[in-house]
């Protein structure tokens, strides 16, 4: 029996274009090789595809450096990859694709919707969730509808910090309306961006202006949002809306003020609890919570769920939800299935299978 044809991709164009190389590692190596065939892509951070040669090639990064594009057809016909070298055009068929990819161009319902359109089955979310669920903005639209606690927002729009480069009057509007709105201090925070990317903490207005003009080379939308003093808890869920499993509860303790992108990714004081000390009953309210909103943004696949846990009022407050959650060796989501006995080899396979179940 021949093996089933299943293509990687990982990299692409946004800032978490390295973390998804470390996590993709994570993921190759999960990957049953009796059963699947695996071919990688490669996008570089200029937009390149290319033809990935081998999983060593990724760990010390010279993939960069082939000399094969690979690119992905939306041919629903064809299901396939046009490979381009200086000896000619070649193909290779798909059966399913695992996209290994954070961020802009890859966790935002772009590169779903090219597989949409190839009609190849693929893991993770589908377009509408992956782009609501990447504009943090959109996605507190959704999650009031719930009942659900989040903090309090100010969003602010790029082109008016833009702007106040040449008109002052510009940034003062926007200082005004956030501290008509909010108290000091408050989070500033790219639409878009993930892993904390842009994301910054004003205690006050020269912070807040700063954090404004730092947020806005990373996203055309800014959310500032209220700052709330707790407890950060996580929630991993895997399924479809129609039917949607939670994890246990995990807990991350930053060393920074905030978890910022250094605290996440490079700071070794950083540290995940697995299921934690909480009040009673707030692991069950965090997991339904995490299953609804998953549910509410049509969620599918896979995705990380992230909460507060309120000081002195033990109120379970909405934070985010990512929808392709990192897969490096200090990563939540997989760390979180491991304690419910799923380990990464079984996780991975999962993902695979929900992607040959997906009803478009």
């Not at 602010?156 to 509007?173: F, Q």
Request: charged share 25%.
């Amino acid at each position: 029996m021949s093996k089933c044809s299943i293509v990687v991709v990982f990299g692409g164009q946004s800032s978490e274009h390295d973390i998804s190389c470390i996590s993709v590692q994570t993921v190759a190596k999960a990957i049953n090789k009796d059963t699947y065939d695996v071919t990688y892509i490669g996008i570089t951070k200029e937009g390149h595809w290319l033809l990935v040669p081998s999983l060593e090639s990724i760990a010390d990064g010279s993939w960069v450096q082939s000399k094969t594009s690979a690119i992905i057809s939306p041919d629903a016909t064809k299901k396939e990859i046009i490979m381009i070298s200086d000896n000619g055009v070649t193909t290779k068929h798909i059966d399913v694709i695992f996209p290994v990819m954070h961020g802009m161009y890859g966790e935002d319902g772009t590169i779903q919707g090219l597989f949409e359109m190839a009609q190849i089955p693929y893991v993770g979310c589908g377009v509408l969730a992956s782009a609501a669920g990447m504009d943090k903005v959109y996605t507190k639209i959704i999650v009031d509808d719930l009942g659900i606690n989040q903090a309090e927002y100010v969003l602010v729009r790029a082109v008016d910090i833009e702007k106040a480069e040449t008109d002052s009057s510009y940034m003062d509007t926007q200082v005004k309306r956030v501290e008509e709105k909010l108290e000091y201090p408050v989070f500033i925070k790219p639409s878009k961006a993930g892993s904390s990317q842009g994301v910054s903490k004003a205690h006050d207005r020269a912070e807040l202006i700063e954090g404004l003009k730092i947020a806005a080379k990373h996203d055309t939308k800014i959310l500032v949002e209220r700052n709330i003093v707790g407890r950060e808890v996580e929630c991993a869920v895997l399924g479809s809306a129609a039917e949607v499993s939670a994890s246990g509860v995990g807990e991350i303790l930053a060393a920074a003020e905030f978890y910022d992108f250094d605290a996440k990714y490079t700071n070794a004081e950083s540290q995940t609890v697995i299921s934690p000390d909480l009040p009673e009953g707030k692991t069950e309210e965090i997991r339904e919570a995490a299953k609804a909103i998953f549910a509410a943004l049509d969620g599918y696949g896979l995705s990380r769920v992230d909460f507060f846990l309120e000081k002195d009022t033990n109120k379970i407050v909405f934070n985010e939800i990512n929808t392709l959650p990192g897969f490096t060796s200090i990563s939540m989501y997989p760390m979180l299935w491991n304690a419910q006995g799923m380990d990464i080899e079984a996780l991975v396979e999962k993902q695979i299978q929900l992607a040959f179940e997906r009803k478009y």
